[in-house]
Nanobody
Framework: QVQLVESGGGLVQAGGSLRLSCAVSGRTSSRYPMGWFRQAPGKEREFVAA????????DVADSVKGRFTISRDNAKNTLYLQMNSLKPEDTAVYYC?????????????????WGQGTQVTVSS
């Protein structure tokens, strides 16, 4: 089993920055590709970013490209999401997830383990 705990969410003004962290416990985090997803009120959960086992390759949704960066520190069993130039439309609950698939994908289905989520609210 893998346990994921997100932190770092909060209230920020438009244009500001936040860094989300996801602490991984249980099995070694380096065994899994990982991702960030988000869900805004009244909307379906959507892909934000994903990263490979080693961290050498990443994928970021077009809506956040150039503003958000995903990274991981396998020695610390921690996943990060650096969010800059935040916009009100970035307001959502952000979830980290660990995939039991081989690659880091945009699809939610290979992700077997999920955190409880952290709220990010961007005011205009």
């Amino acid at each position: 089993q893998v346990q994921l705990v997100e932190s770092g969410g909060g209230l920020v003004q438009a244009g500001g920055s936040l860094r989300l962290s996801c602490a991984v416990s249980g099995r070694t985090s380096s065994r899994y590709p990982m991702g960030w997803f988000r869900q805004a009120p009244g909307k379906e959960r959507e892909f934000v970013a994903a990263i490979t086992l080693s961290g050498g390759s990443t994928d970021v949704a077009d809506s956040v490209k150039g503003r958000f960066t995903i990274s991981r520190d396998n020695a610390k069993n921690t996943l990060y999401l650096q969010m800059n130039s935040l916009k009100p439309e970035d307001t959502a609950v952000y979830y980290c997830a660990a995939s039991t698939g081989i690659i880091a994908t945009r699809s939610q289905y290979p992700y077997s383990y999920w955190g409880q989520g952290t709220q990010v609210t961007v005011s205009s």
